[in-house]
């Protein structure tokens, strides 16, 4: 039977400069429906699980069309509420050559889903059926509202045997000042519950306040990750090491920690089409691997090649599925596929 996964988090509307164009250049903008959790059900309704999202979304023509898009992607959306006026937006423009990409956020505190209190959700009811939660470290940052709900749904989903999953995703310019201070408790309180973390040797140091004299990124996941694995009883802690040897290209490397013990996938050379995104495409690849049994090599590899396939699909929902996976893992490349 087909596990059923959920993820609370927030729908977006990501509206894109074509052509590589500065924003103050286009005259015209492309627009999708996004969101870590957006991209992380989608992804996995790919692979072939039932997928469900816990959001709000505004009362009026953008929500329905929000819920239309993900309902096109797979995604559940009985548990989409309709609540307030407001859809977090944010602005695009891909970079190119030394230019980097950026990103500019707006009216995102204002957002149905960042204004919509847990009691809104019959949370019990959303949960129902559930086998894993999905969280994420960017709700966490919003406000005061979201982090109280997160705490809420996770407490619940415990109490209900549900695995957690909890993405760290630490944003310095979400938090805002002392941000690493201020996201400690929260981190700490969600990572005694998770089963499976995404997480960075930044995470355990800055947010962690764990410390380390080795030098090299490696050396120091090596010492940092047995020591948060056995403090929060987690299962699986994974994340990747990216070194940017350009601004269209990357080496990608996939690192994971199970069972007292590191694993790395090889590195791979990745051209970035769509840069947004791929580390929700990684962590799809570690909760897929988990939950078909892989061992914790095929995992991170399958994970890696997830996370590299998705730098080639335009936009922040990676749509592809696990013999996709297979072939980047495989190596194999055709000019055209007959």
């Known amino acids: 039977m087909s596990k059923h996964i959920a993820a609370y988090g927030e729908i977006m509307m990501r509206l894109e400069v074509p052509d590589n164009l500065l924003l103050r250049q286009a005259e015209n903008l492309k627009y999708s429906f996004t969101g870590t959790g957006v991209n992380v059900t989608s992804l996995l309704s790919q692979f072939g699980y039932d997928t469900s999202l816990i959001s709000a979304v505004?009362?009026?023509?953008?929500?329905?069309?929000?819920?239309?898009?993900?309902?096109?992607?797979?995604i559940?959306?009985?548990?989409?509420?309709?609540?307030?006026?407001?859809?977090?937006?944010?602005?695009?423009?891909q970079g190119f050559g030394n230019r980097p990409s950026n990103v500019t956020y707006t009216n995102r505190q204002q957002s149905s889903f960042n204004t919509t209190d847990i009691s809104k959700y019959n949370i019990?009811?959303?949960?129902?059926?559930?086998?894993?939660?999905?969280?994420?470290?960017?709700?966490?940052?919003?406000?005061?509202?979201?982090?109280?709900?997160?705490?809420?749904?996770?407490?619940?989903?415990?109490?209900?045997?549900i695995q957690i999953v909890f993405d760290c995703n630490f944003r310095p310019s979400l938090w805002g000042d002392n941000g690493n201070q201020r996201a400690k408790p929260y981190y700490e309180s969600i990572l005694k519950e998770a089963d499976i973390v995404?997480?960075?040797?930044?995470?355990?140091?800055?947010?962690?306040d764990l410390t380390t004299t080795k030098e090299t990124k490696e050396e120091q996941l090596e010492e940092l990750l047995p020591i948060v694995a056995n403090k929060f009883d987690i299962n699986i802690v994974a994340g990747t090491i990216r070194t940017i040897q350009g601004s269209n290209q990357n080496n990608i490397k996939g690192y994971l920690f199970k069972d007292k013990r590191m694993y790395y996938s090889k590195a791979f050379e990745v051209d970035i089409l769509d840069r947004i995104g791929t580390g929700d495409a990684y962590t799809c690849g570690v909760?897929?691997?988990?939950?078909?049994?892989?061992?914790?090599?095929?995992?991170?590899?399958?994970?890696?090649?997830?996370?590299?396939?998705?730098?080639?699909?335009s936009g922040d929902t990676p749509l592809f599925d696990t013999d996709d996976i297979i072939k980047v893992i495989n190596e194999e490349k055709n000019d055209i596929e007959r």
């Open 58 to 74: 505004p009362d009026n023509a953008i929500g329905t069309a929000a819920i239309g898009a993900i309902r096109r992607l797979g």
């Open 76 to 93: 559940h959306s009985d548990f989409v509420i309709k609540n307030n006026d407001n859809l977090g937006m944010y602005f695009l423009e």
């Open 124 to 161: 019990s009811q959303s949960l129902e059926g559930i086998d894993v939660l999905h969280i994420c470290g960017i709700s966490l940052a919003m406000n005061d509202l979201t982090q109280n709900n997160i705490l809420t749904i996770v407490k619940i989903a415990k109490e209900k045997n």
């Open 198 to 208: 995404l997480m960075s040797e930044k995470d355990a140091i800055n947010t962690l």
């Open 287 to 313: 909760m897929h691997g988990e939950l078909s049994n892989m061992d914790p090599q095929e995992i991170v590899s399958f994970s890696t090649a997830s996370c590299v396939l998705a730098h080639t699909i």
